[in-house]
């Protein structure tokens, strides 16, 4: 397995997960310039001309900080496109993102062959989300140059396969850039990720708790607060299947373990979103991998902490092989 060369030099193989409403141009570019993929999505900048002003200030500033730190260059950053027939901007985004020539594109609510071939028009490398090995596969026939496998534990929509069986099914074909993203909130699991067969981990939830991020005071105690434990699996509030924080949900006057189930069909992402429901607002979608996040700092010192347990995980598996392989020439 190989990187392309726009991801071979990151400081840390991860990619930033797109954050619907939190992820901003603070947090991409604190991201960028710590070394990992920062990521937004689109329909984060309302109105539409904001979108223009936010690719224009990311381009300068990352370009700034490279001048600035040629020994450290800033990692690309990633716009997320919701590719579902119900947006209604996806045409208009994708054009201020050929204007900006975003280098990456995240897409997800379905695979599309002609947004595939818009980005590769100006050279970005398209990603696509898939919680299974059926629309991996569906992706890259429609031209994805990678995959985010979606595994259970994995914050906003996500699926409930493990990974170590979704990884599996994928790569026994793929063999093309791979990210992870499921419940992975340290730097010794992201050495895991790559372990079982990613090139990448995809990390969302923890980057809630950072001080650039677009989130309440109260959201950020939720992540701080919570585990595993709290969080809830359910369609009810966008149609799909996602990780909700239960505290959130009991907040919202609604029972976390008696929830009924949504119609998929109800799903819309016109002009930006359901803004007027409340999922958007109120109920805060976390994924099971914030165990390990036990306070609100600045994104670069997160990012920080997981290369240093990343060293420290490899460290020790580097020892337990030399250990191993001593034991079997003996």
Excluded at 130 to 157: M, P, S, T, Y
Excluded at 267 to 274: E, L, P, T
Aim: charge should be negative; proline fraction near 5%; glycine fraction near 10%.
């Amino acid at each position: 397995m190989s990187l392309p060369p726009i991801l071979a030099d990151l400081r840390l193989p991860v990619i930033a997960s797109p954050l619907f409403l939190i992820s901003n141009p603070d947090l991409v570019i604190a991201q960028c310039t710590a070394g990992i993929v920062g990521s937004f999505p689109s329909l984060n900048a309302r109105p539409l001309s904001l979108l223009d002003e936010w690719l224009a200030r990311i381009n300068e500033e990352l370009a700034a900080w490279d001048r600035a730190h040629p020994e450290t260059p800033a990692a690309p950053f990633a716009v997320n496109q919701i590719v579902h027939r119900s947006n209604d901007r996806l045409d208009q985004d994708l054009a201020l993102c050929e204007k900006h020539k975003v280098p990456l594109v995240i897409t997800s609510l379905g695979a599309r062959e002609e947004v595939n071939q818009a980005a590769h028009r100006w050279g970005a490398l398209t990603f696509h989300d898939v919680i299974d090995d059926r629309f991996a596969r569906k992706a890259v026939e429609k031209g994805a140059d990678g995959l985010i496998a979606v595994a259970a534990g994995a914050g906003g929509h996500a699926g409930t396969l493990s990974p170590f069986a979704l990884v599996r099914e994928i790569r026994s074909w793929f063999s093309g850039p791979l990210a992870l993203s499921g419940a992975i909130g340290s730097g010794h699991a992201i050495l895991a990720a790559q372990a079982v067969g990613a090139d990448l981990a995809y990390i969302g939830s923890a980057f809630i708790a950072t001080s650039e991020a677009n989130a309440s005071d109260a959201y950020k105690a939720g992540v701080v607060e919570s585990s595993a434990r709290d969080i809830t699996y359910t369609n009810l509030f966008t149609g799909v299947h996602g990780n909700y924080l239960r505290g959130s949900i009991a907040a919202a006057g609604l029972d976390p373990d008696d929830l009924p189930h949504a119609d998929p069909s109800a799903m819309n992402f016109g002009s930006g979103g359901n803004t007027g429901v409340k999922a958007w607002r109120d109920i805060w979608g976390c994924g099971q991998g914030i165990g390990a996040i036990d306070h609100v700092q600045p994104a670069a010192d997160l990012i920080a902490g997981f290369l240093r347990e990343y060293r420290e995980a490899l460290t020790v598996l580097q020892g337990e092989t030399m250990r191993l392989n001593l034991a079997a020439a003996a």
